[in-house]
């Protein structure tokens, strides 16, 4: 019998003690040469996953797809894309996974489709049909554009309408007013669910409440509305909800944590900084690291009562932040590492942060991504490229020296070697190493519960210095120092016990990039 909304959702496994590993498939591991990571590639490195302590994988889009948007346009939500394997290869994925206490966060692309899939073709021939209604027609445009760059609308010959797309025209949206086709996304997690996925991570999920008829690309209430109606046609209940939702401010996340409709939200207000106000995230603004701290500060504290933050630096749309902040420095990885596992939330590791892999160098002609490639049709800002282009964050894992280690073939995207030494088969032999301080600091979140889920308290902070408390009243408070430049910083508490240190003997000067967690007297 199928439960009650209310009653399967209270139900939820919490997620304080969680560690995400984010995959891209497409560029963590090729099993058969021909350049492209796959899902028998991602299962032979499952023991190295279980070794570093991930208990959760976020995987990219696997489903199948023409590609333009490397899979973020489905045109079949029920299979694999052929590049990828075979429903019986993602089977076995997470069989294996489960085997070693490791579950699969399937990436769902909610908002938009391939203009391929069955629902757009039929959808495009006979709008009086059953599926003439699930995208978004209209007979003009209006003056909205596609995130993409050009028009979010698209004429369609066939239909004689313009359908909307918030990215490429390949993309058109779906109509989330459209009840029948919400049953089918319904369907779609169902089966998912059913084959044994732990969770869903939604794409660009604000986007579901924008009414296009009067511009507004987002709307709290239809977000929240379109959510609540979705899930409460899915047992959902032990699933892990996360949404990338730049659009939500505090309160609003909060609410729909509160509501059991996703358990953490991606918010980019850290990942911007770097960014230009209003202009876009190609035109590049000075680091500042007094920002950087006020903007983590500021979250933490928002979501102290009733809700949980999400931690990452890095994702598949996100570009290495050592490469964009800290010009390349290991020694900065480390740091960011520390702070980011002693904040309150859950972290998110994305493939390549534990062995401070940055962007590498990229070729004008070897660019593959459409938002890269639109851009540089009308532009030829080069440094935007080189530090925001998605391509920086998909190149392919770096298990070895050269591309030995992720395929024998030439890779996908091409990349100009740099011999950094930065490989995981280099890192598991030294365990001073980041790879060995990650999983040094997972470790130590899941014997210290005050980690996963104390509470955030600012202790001293200054431009270069930032010191906080995780407290929690069956536990002892436990002390995160960082210091976040290349200087040395004196920090005014005394040390009494060290958990986890990026130096050895740690002291009241740290230096550069040096982050403690400890016990204080």
Known sequence: MRLPFFRRRIMKTHIQNKIIYHIYPKSFQDSNDDGIGDLNGIRSRLDYLSWLGVDLIWLGPVYRSPGFDNGYDISDYYDIDPIFGTRADMTFLLKDAKARQIGVMMDIVANHTSHTHEWFKASELDPSGPYGEYYIWRDKPNAMNSFFGGSAWTYSPIRKQYY??????????????????????????????????KGFRFDVIDLIGKDVDTLEWFCFDKVKAGLKTLLSRVDSSGLVLVGEAGALNAGQIIELQQASLLDMVFNFEVTALDEQTGKGKWELAPFSRRRFKDTLISWQERLQDGGWNSLFWNNHDQPRAISRWYADSLEAAAMLAVLQFGLRGTPFIYQGDEIGMTNGLIQLEDYKDIETLNYLKTSDNLEGVRMKGRDHARIPMAWKSGSSGFSKSEPWLRTLEIESGRTVENEQQDKSSLLFLYHQLIGLRKTYPVLMKGQFCVMETNERLLCFRRTDPEERAVTVLVNLTDQEVKHPFEIERVLCATHEQPSSLLRPYEAVICYTF
Do not use: T
């Open 164 to 197: 909307f797309h918030s990215f490429a025209s390949e993309q058109p949206d779906l109509n989330w007013e459209q009840e029948q086709m919400g049953k089918e996304l319904a369907e779609v997690l169902s089966y998912w669910v059913n084959q044994g996925v």
